[in-house]
């Protein structure tokens, strides 16, 4: 073993009984993987070279966030003011403010500064105890800008101690170019943004907005054939605002989450079930747009669909990078427990990103992706906010205290 973590309590979150505190336990790692898990061993580790002493701590597997658009430039802060200030949100956007105020902003941005940005803003999410983010392009919206979003999320990916995996979300919305011309639109995306991407391998995934300010279910279902003619794997932002069946669509073609659903219907949950999709709440979006309808929690509870929890972080709709608020928001908000909750950021999470065979458990085999915390039970995840008790991560079995990240950020 290349180190041995001693002295600590663990929450596997393994699928059999994972949310039980274990007591007296002890992680071996080697080559980056969990190579041992469970109550310590009486073995003598005297003399080992890697023996982390962790006080008690426990060690729950390292966050995941699967689903931000952690890269954009500008931020819409005034936008928010004049909002609330009483000025009509369609005033704004003929302003051109919204969503396209992003956009210009990200593509008049070089790659440097849009990974400065982006890199202050993983930092929140590694207070939170993360050790992956998806992160999404949409805000470039033309081959090289979309592309340029892509090079810097996986630069963040090479350079941090985090790990990124990426999703190209070119039908996020229609470029004013294209204006009227959506369908076009849509061709540019299947025919050349969507291969380049692929040949390029700058994406994981490829993800639409599937809504009447976005696109219609026709033009995601072609996105998505393209997406899976190139391998990728497919996700969407689907029945945020109304009920279009695109969370139906992307299940059965494969989807590995559908992601708000605020207005997913009966069929729609049933559908998830019969495909195995996961659900991903975003309760900062649900919140900052002070909205109403509640995700169907009951029925997918009934229906066992896996149901993850991410931030969104984006300027628009949850401009706010903290996984831990999330889970908290997740039990306010929409009555989830914080088992569901933790479970939604480490297990389903990696599910909703295809990585359930080795992220998201500690679990033999797995990457040694693991957060350390000053708790003593794992509902304080959800239960408390604000509060500095992360210890450290473990990234791939290297570890990260959490001190010494604040320290780096001067
Ligand atoms: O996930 N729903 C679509 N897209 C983003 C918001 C984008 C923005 O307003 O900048 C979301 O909520
Ligand atoms: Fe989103």
């Not at 956009?103 to 790659?111: C, D, G, K, P």
């Not at 050349?192 to 026709?218: M, Y």
């Given at each position: 073993?290349?180190?041995?973590?001693t002295n600590?309590?663990?929450?596997?979150?393994q699928?059999e009984?994972?949310?039980?505190v274990?007591?007296?336990?002890?992680i071996?790692i080697?080559?980056?993987k969990?190579?041992f898990?469970?109550?310590?061993s009486?073995?003598d580790?005297?003399?080992?070279p890697?023996?982390?002493?962790?006080?008690?701590?426990?060690v729950?597997?390292?966050?995941?966030?699967?689903?931000?658009?952690?890269?954009?430039?500008g931020?819409r802060?005034?936008?928010?003011?004049?909002?609330?200030?009483?000025?009509?949100?369609e005033?704004?956007a003929?302003?051109?403010?919204?969503?396209?105020?992003?956009?210009r902003?990200?593509?008049?941005?070089?790659?440097?500064e849009l990974?400065?940005l982006a890199?202050?803003?993983?930092?929140?999410?590694?207070?939170?105890?993360?050790t992956?983010v998806?992160?999404?392009?949409?805000?470039?919206?033309?081959?090289s800008?979309?592309l340029?979003m892509?090079r810097v999320?996986r630069?963040?990916?090479?350079?941090?101690?985090?790990?990124?995996?990426?999703?190209?979300l070119?039908a996020h919305?229609l470029?004013?170019?294209?204006?009227g011309?959506?369908?076009?639109?849509?061709?540019?995306?299947?025919?050349?943004?969507?291969?380049?991407?692929a040949?390029?391998?700058?994406?994981?995934?490829?993800d639409?907005?599937?809504e009447?300010?976005g696109?219609s279910?026709?033009?995601?279902?072609?996105v998505?054939?393209?997406?899976k003619?190139h391998g990728l794997?497919i996700?969407?932002?689907?029945e945020q605002?109304s009920?279009?069946?695109?969370?139906?669509?992307?299940?059965?073609?494969?989807a590995?989450s559908?992601d708000?659903i605020?207005y997913l219907?009966?069929e729609?949950?049933?559908?998830?079930?019969?495909?195995?999709?996961?659900?991903?709440?975003?309760?900062?979006?649900?919140?900052f747009?002070?909205e109403?309808?509640q995700?169907p929690?009951d029925?997918?509870?009934?229906l066992?669909v896996?149901?993850?929890i991410a931030t969104?972080?984006?300027?628009?709709?949850s401009?706010?990078?903290?996984?831990?608020?999330?889970?908290?928001?997740?039990?306010?908000?929409?009555r989830?427990?914080?088992e569901?909750?933790?479970?939604?950021?480490?297990?389903h999470?990696?599910?909703?990103?295809?990585?359930?065979e080795?992220?998201?458990?500690?679990?033999?085999?797995?990457d040694?992706?693991?957060?350390i915390?000053?708790?003593e039970?794992?509902a304080?995840?959800?239960?408390c906010l604000?509060?500095?008790?992360?210890?450290?991560?473990v990234?791939?079995g290297?570890?990260?205290p959490a001190?010494?990240?604040?320290a780096?950020a001067?």
């Amino acid at each position: 073993m290349d180190r041995v973590l001693t002295n600590l309590k663990m929450v596997t979150m393994q699928p059999e009984a994972g949310y039980q505190v274990i007591e007296d336990g002890m992680i071996g790692i080697e080559g980056g993987k969990i190579i041992f898990a469970g109550n310590a061993s009486h073995e003598d580790l005297h003399g080992h070279p890697d023996v982390v002493d962790c006080h008690g701590a426990l060690v729950t597997p390292g966050l995941i966030d699967c689903h931000t658009h952690l890269i954009f430039a500008g931020n819409r802060a005034k936008e928010f003011e004049q909002r609330l200030n009483g000025v009509p949100y369609e005033e704004i956007a003929k302003a051109g403010g919204g969503i396209l105020a992003t956009v210009r902003a990200t593509r008049e941005a070089s790659e440097h500064e849009l990974y400065e940005l982006a890199q202050q803003r993983l930092l929140g999410l590694k207070q939170d105890g993360v050790t992956t983010v998806e992160i999404k392009s949409g805000y470039g919206l033309t081959l090289s800008d979309e592309l340029k979003m892509l090079r810097v999320a996986r630069r963040l990916g090479e350079l941090n101690d985090i790990k990124i995996t990426t999703t190209l979300l070119a039908a996020h919305a229609l470029p004013p170019e294209f204006a009227g011309r959506g369908d076009e639109y849509i061709d540019l995306v299947c025919e050349q943004i969507i291969p380049a991407a692929a040949d390029e391998k700058l994406a994981d995934a490829v993800d639409v907005f599937c809504e009447g300010i976005g696109f219609s279910p026709e033009q995601c279902q072609r996105v998505f054939t393209a997406a899976k003619q190139h391998g990728l794997t497919i996700k969407g932002h689907t029945e945020q605002l109304s009920n279009l069946g695109g969370s139906a669509l992307a299940a059965r073609m494969g989807a590995t989450s559908v992601d708000h659903i605020e207005y997913l219907d009966n069929e729609g949950v049933a559908a998830l079930a019969a495909c195995n999709t996961v659900a991903t709440l975003l309760p900062g979006a649900f919140y900052f747009l002070r909205e109403s309808q509640q995700p169907p929690i009951d029925q997918l509870r009934q229906l066992d669909v896996p149901i993850a929890i991410a931030t969104d972080f984006n300027p628009g709709t949850s401009p706010i990078a903290s996984l831990r608020t999330m889970m908290n928001m997740g039990c306010t908000l929409f009555r989830l427990t914080p088992e569901e909750c933790l479970r939604g950021v480490t297990t389903h999470a990696a599910q909703a990103l295809g990585l359930q065979e080795t992220r998201g458990q500690i679990q033999i085999g797995m990457d040694a992706d693991l957060a350390i915390w000053n708790i003593e039970n794992p509902a304080e995840l959800s239960y408390c906010l604000g509060v500095p008790d992360l210890v450290a991560r473990v990234v791939d079995g290297h570890l990260f205290p959490a001190h010494q990240e604040t320290a780096n950020a001067y």
